[in-house]
């Protein structure tokens, strides 16, 4: 049995991803100086600790100390942090031996990462009676172990341990190292039970409801029992199998299961499925798994007809139903939809459930809605297994017969009749299917993006996921981020320009491209040599701004264009602090300490020199921190005003510029659908193309096994009258990590077998792709726009009142301010317009209504 993760739901849990980190996974507080740490990586690449350091505030602040962490801790690997003076048998499982590791139960440890609070234990700046103690569970005299991979990264609020740890006894060790490999602690007080029970086949034994219970932990925990079931699957990569109840001596209370897992501790298992056995074996909660461990005896009792599977289906009722199922013969008779891959060739793991889940904010408002559609996603999941522990298998059996680069299984697809005996392991409910997992591509590949019309003009984003091309002349590898080697960046190039090739496109906007100037070595201008050569088109060009560089990130966006069908016009622009709007108070909304700066051109289409603009955006991630504009748990991640900041600033800054013409504000906004940073851009006039055409909901981002939008294509009021079609081109996000170019992790013969210079999974996002129709340009229509006035108003309040006077021989005028309609105007006259903004300028449009042809823009100052 376990414990319900609804104690866990105020924290953070993540699946060993890319964004996962180190977190405190054990503490000791034993006898003396018995005092140790257990540091965890959870993800799937070594951390280098260089700017790690542990910070312990003893009696509630009154007195600090530190270690300053240093090394590499692998992945999945642990670091220990024993006390010098600690017991001969602790200090043999220390990596490091620190007096900082001198707590007591009133003493709270905090994790930090470059000065920012990555974990933490305890509450800092408050000093408990002796200890924290709720619920049980107490910070002396008692070893505690996290319950699986979680953070808390508030430091300072109230801390009750019992939410995120359970409880051993004082200077248990046994699991200090191996993180997570724990039993249920069994009180020292209460007798084992060491009766030699009866043998016999068909004498009495201990029913299999009985150890089970129906509660979250098995109420027979430590003890010796008899057991006679039938072996229902065999596990040798678990080291043990499954047993269950015959269907006639079932006790029928269906809060019991009828199954549980025996542990052999190696694949040398001794039966057969279908085999009766009978056992003595002890009672335990490995991994919060009820099992049956430390077999004395084991007896062949014949053979006897499987058990019925249970009938389940998704979503369940609630947190806890399936722990009566735990260890049972189940099958899903409805279909099942694949969410997540992300762990298929590390764990051969599939994230099961019904239908495609979208992450709450991509379909709901942040906050109670989107939380309230989280929760109910968390009753919707069920992870298929490979019914093995071993890591990175050199089979990965989903799909049949094997995965590769060219038999793959997509986020999408779906699974019918899956069959098999229920498990539970780090944190997950699991199915170790008993029969061939049929697996239909639901979701199938396509050679390139499948839009309705191409019109005139297409305009795409694409993330190329750090592509750093070394020094540029074949060496300077590693770096900072991307390829480690030549022959992985070569993987990598061969993959993104087969993308950006299929794309088609007239304009590409780059994301996480390296920021290393514009020069013939720069990763711009070798994607763009590889492009021409790919494509057969030889005139790709990249935009170039007179700068060294565009910011200060290792990573910057960038923009391709086929100069045999568009000019730009002008020079490049740049949305950054310096230039940026500024609050009432005078602060700039766009933080290019946290954002990646945005790049903006305008361009004439050749054909007929229709002009437009396209903005290229990477704003701040949700997993990074950002001090002052934390998570506020309503679904937005960290750094959500930061985001929602620089889309105003955007906004502003494309009304200035950009209000005469169709304009494409573009790029991983790290925000989704319905969140603040869309919100403030659909209110300053960019709406999705997707939402125009009521293509919605959509994805090109799957995270936690979960679908979303985080890469846009926002158009204004001009553009989206153009709009023909728009398109997430679905070749990344679906798609497995192991068909990337990376060669860590995978056999020789897999980075064979996974690899081929495709665009599929060339990066973490898809492709968005827009096409556009757009007219010749025309001469600006003869309306006179002139400003009468301006009243600031209440500076406090941003109320601006301006008043426009315009003469015309045309009756169907509209007026549009930053691209938003305002008013339809009759006659010729004066117009006074109210509103409320602490932008510096704003720009006003008169336009004939029936032709689209536009006065000349009227910028107003403030």
Known sequence: MKKSLLAISLALVLAPSAHAELFI???????????????????????????????????????????????????????????????????????????????NGDDAIILEKNGVVIDSFGQEGFRPSAAWNLNGVRTVDQTLRRIGVVYDTNNTDTFDPSAQWLQFGIDDFSDLGRFNGSVVPVDPEEPVDPVEQDLTCGADFTAIAAIQGTGSISPLVGQNVVVEAVVTH?????????????????????????????????????????????????VAEAFTNTQLQNITATVDCGTAVLPAPVSISLPVVNAEYLERYEGMLIRFDQELTVNG???????????????????????????????????????????????????????????????????????????????????????????????????????PRTAAPELAGEGNLKIASFNVLNYFNGDGMGGGFP?????????????????????????????????????????????IADLVIGLRQQSGV???????????????DQITVGMLYRADRVNPVGTAKILDEQNSATDSNGAPLFDTRRNRPMLAQRFSLVENEAEFAVM?????????????????????????????????????????????????????????????????LANAGYLSAFEVLGKTPTYGYVFDSLSGQLDHM???????????????????????????????????????????????????????????????????LDIQLQLVRVNQGNAQSGSKLVQLRWSSEQTDLVLYRDGQMVTRLAKPGIYNNQFKTHAKSVTYLLCYDATKQCSAPLQVNF
């Open 25 to 103: 996974s054990e503490y000791v507080e034993g006898s003396s100086n018995n005092k140790a740490l257990e540091l965890y990586n959870p993800g799937t690449e070594t951390i280098n600790l260089a700017g790690y350091r542990i910070r312990v505030s003893f009696n509630g602040g009154t007195s600090v100390q530190t270690l300053n962490l240093s090394g590499e801790i692998p992945a999945s690997k642990t670091l220990v942090i024993v006390n010098p003076n600690a017991s001969e048998r602790l200090l043999a499982l220390a990596d490091i031996t620190s007096s900082v590791a001198g707590w």
């Open 234 to 282: 065999t596990l040798p990569g678990l080291r043990g199998y499954m047993i269950q109840a015959a269907d006639h001596e079932q006790d029928g209370d269906p809060l019991s299961s009828e199954g549980v897992f025996v542990f052999t501790s190696n694949a040398a298992l001794g039966v057969t499925t279908g085999q009766r056995v009978r056992l003595r074996a002890q």
């Open 341 to 443: 891959n992300y762990t298929l060739s590390r764990f051969g793991e599939l994230v099961l459930a019904q239908g495609r889940r979208f992450t709450p904010t991509q379909v709901e408002t942040p906050g109670v809605a989107a939380q309230a559609l989280a929760a109910q996603q968390r009753l919707n999941k069920i992870v298929l297994d490979d019914a093995s522990s071993v890591q990175n298998p050199a089979l990965v059996p989903y799909p049949a017969p094997g995965l590769s680069a060219f038999n793959t299984v997509r986020a999408g697809d779906t699974i019918t009749g899956l069959t098999g005996t229920l498990y539970y392991g780090f944190n997950e409910y699991r199915v170790n299917p008993t029969q061939h997992v049929n697996v239909v591509a639901t979701n």
């Open 479 to 523: 770096t900072p981020r991307g390829a480690h080697n030549p022959q992985e960046f070569e993987r990598q190039k061969a993959k993104i320009l087969a993308a950006l090739a299929a794309l088609d496109a007239t304009v590409i906007g780059l994301m996480e491209i390296e920021n290393d100037g514009f020069a013939t070595t720069s990763a």
């Open 538 to 552: 030889a005139d790709w060009q990249y935009v170039a701004v007179d700068a060294p560089q565009v910011g200060t």
């Open 616 to 680: 290229v955006n990477h704003l701040k991630s949700k997993g990074s921190a950002c001090a002052g504009d934390p998570d506020l748990n309503d679904g937005q991640g960290n750094c959500n005003l930061t985001r929602t900041r620089a889309a105003e600033a955007i906004g502003v800054f494309a009304a200035e510029q950009f209000a005469d013409i169709p304009a494409v504000v573009l790029g991983d906004l790290n925000a989704y659908a319905k969140e603040d940073p869309l919100t403030t």
């Open 714 to 780: 926002l158009l204004n009021a001009q553009a989206q009258q153009y709009l023909v079609d728009a398109a997430e081109w679905h070749i990344n996000a679906d798609e497995p990590i192991a068909l990337d170019y990376n060669l860590e992790f995978k056999t020789l013969q897999q980075q064979n077998d996974f690899y081929a210079p495709d665009a599929y999974r060339s990066s973490d996002h898809d492709p968005v792709i827009v096409a556009l129709d757009l007219p010749a340009r025309t001469a600006p």
